[in-house]
């Protein structure tokens, strides 16, 4: 049973957390239809990311035999057979489909459906042969969290702002960057670069990268929280005072990257740094408290 769960891996679900953005930002997070729906897609998403981490390990398997810490996944191990991986990649996604079909509605299962046959495509092909590429594999994974928010957005019927979409994908493309940087710091160490794609990518450049992204995305949240349209929404022009927090989020985690140069998993690190859980907290509770009282 661990073996199966280390191939599908459930704790990388916590990314699709992202598909329930529309229902916060939209102010229906008391919504019972928005939260069911919101729930469901999230299901769906996660069942047809594990799909893809199955396909990902069978493809790499060679690879991650050689690897000093992918030599330990189920499939490069043995502890799983080729069969077992196959079989769960459709069983993963035949639950995705039926979560998406939970979802009611001919409108609201093309939508969302939709969305997530396109991420499930774009994937496959990621882990085929656009992770070779470099820029362009932290892009897809990026633009993977877009398709997050808009399968989100269908599902609740809440259409998200330009400057949410541009956040999400400011913010993961950051990540991403920063998850480079271990590749790359590996890469210096042992001499063996840990992707094809990292000898495309050095130390001054994945810096100057994750600067940019992380500067870019704090003004682009700044821009949100002061646009005409949201404080109209949300009837309150203090929205802006949670800067601070994304302020600090983004400082700890370029912390984390330069200094203890452990970004390598943005969802262990999110799991495990307390200060990083407290930011996080405090910024939805100050955002709830305006938005809700």
């Known amino acids: 049973m661990s073996s199966i769960l280390k191939l599908i891996r459930p704790q990388q679900w916590l990314k699709n957390v992202f598909v329930m953005i ?24 996660s069942f047809i ?12 398997v060679e690879a991650d035999r050689r690897h000093p810490v992918k030599c330990k996944r189920p499939l490069a191990s043995g502890a799983l057979t080729m069969g077992a991986a ?8 035949v639950l995705a489909a039926a979560f998406t079909a939970m979802l009611g509605g001919k409108e ?4 969302v459906g939709g969305v997530l046959l396109f991420y499930y495509i774009m994937n496959l092909c990621y882990c085929a042969k656009l992770k070779q590429y470099a820029i362009v594999d932290v892009c897809v994974v990026a633009f993977g969290f877009v398709l997050r928010v808009l399968a989100g957005g269908f599902a609740t019927d809440i259409v998200p702002s330009k400057w949410l979409v541009l956040m999400t994908f400011l913010l993961t493309l950051f990540l991403s960057f920063a ?41 682009c949240y700044i821009m949100y ?12 022009d203090m929205l802006y005072l949670t800067s601070v927090f994304v302020l600090l989020g983004l400082l700890r985690y370029m912390q984390i990257t330069v200094v ?5 998993d943005p969802t262990k690190m999110v799991l495990r740094d307390r200060f990083t859980q407290l930011v996080i907290a405090a910024w939805a509770l100050t955002f709830l408290v305006i938005i809700y009282l």
């Open 22 to 45: 529309p229902m916060f930002f939209g102010g229906s997070l008391l919504d019972p239809g928005d939260i069911r729906a919101s729930v469901l897609t999230f299901l769906a998403y």
């Open 49 to 60: 990311a594990s799909s893809v981490y199955c396909f990902n390990d069978i493809n790499d």
């Open 86 to 93: 196959w079989g769960l990649m459709a069983l993963t996604l």
């Open 108 to 111: 609201h299962i093309l939508k």
């Open 179 to 219: 998850k480079r940087r271990d590749d790359v710091l590996r890469m210096n160490e042992t001499g063996e670069p840990p992707r094809k794609n990292t000898i495309r990518y050095n130390l001054t450049f994945i810096n100057q990268a994750i600067t940019v992204s992380a500067s870019v995305t704090l003004v």
């Open 225 to 236: 929280t002061v646009s005409p349209e949201v404080v109209a929404r949300f009837g309150s």
């Open 260 to 264: 203890d140069k452990k970004s390598g």
